[in-house]
């Protein structure tokens, strides 16, 4: 499988309007020189193998939320 996720929705490349959203695609379904193509745009995302499960949408890795600060004791806490 590859997945193809376009850096603008609906953006069209070797005869297809690829999604911000991504999609995966059969081996198959492009040619090699599409591959190329695809492989070389920079409006492109493209990953050979099982749909990226720790990216965005635009491809930029995920990270988790700081956990807050606890307050420090102070005298007046004691």
Do not use: W, Y
């Amino acid at each position: 499988m590859i997945f193809i996720q376009s850096k603008k929705d609906g953006f069209r490349r070797c005869g297809v309007a690829h999604s911000a959203s991504g999609k995966e695609f059969d081996d198959d379904f492009f040619t090699k020189e599409q591959l190329e193509e695809l492989a070389a745009d920079p409006d492109i995302i493209m990953v050979a193998g099982d749909t990226p499960e720790t990216e965005t949408d635009l491809g930029e890795k995920t990270q988790e939320a700081p956990k807050p600060k606890k307050p420090k004791k102070t005298k007046k806490d004691n």
